[in-house]
């Protein structure tokens, strides 16, 4: 089971892909289900759920959402502390997971909550999209 989550005594996120995968090809399906540990619904308003790829490394990042949905309260103004919500996107031909020397490009399913007082976590599970070989510096 792939699970991420939140900081310190906060109540954690359940992130979960379908078949356990955590590699994908281009023009593949990614999907999956998203829940909340335990009850958080007086807190929690809306959670919102993002599929994206984001640059690390040297020089300035890039980000970019593939996928996103968002999860409003129910009409009683607040979430089902017990509900599980899914996702799935068809995922595009670039770019590619990749780890360089100096650059690196991540895929991840991120989900945030956003709080009744205005604060907001979020936590987040990394997927390889496609097979790009690692940078390996060659010696002289």
């Known amino acids: 089971m792939n699970a991420s989550t939140f900081a310190g005594n906060d109540p954690r996120i359940l992130i979960r892909f379908d078949?356990?995968?955590?590699?994908?090809?281009p023009g593949e399906v990614l999907s999956g289900e998203f829940s909340l540990e335990r009850a958080l619904a007086p807190e929690v308003q809306r959670l919102k759920l993002a599929v994206l790829w984001?640059?690390?490394g040297k020089g300035d990042e890039a980000s970019?959402?593939?996928h996103a949905q968002d999860v409003p309260a129910e009409p009683?103004?607040?979430l089902d502390p017990y509900g599980t919500w899914r996702f799935q996107t068809q995922l595009p031909p670039s770019p590619l997971s990749y780890e360089g020397f100096l650059l690196k490009v991540c895929w991840c399913v991120r989900v945030e909550a956003f709080l009744s007082d205005g604060q907001n976590r979020a936590g987040?599970?990394?997927f390889r999209l496609g097979t790009v070989a690692a940078f390996q510096p060659t010696s002289p």
């Open 64 to 66: 970019a959402v593939h």
């Open 19 to 25: 078949g356990d995968k955590t590699a994908y090809l």
């Open 54 to 56: 984001r640059t690390e």
């Open 76 to 78: 009683e103004g607040q």
């Open 124 to 126: 987040e599970v990394r």
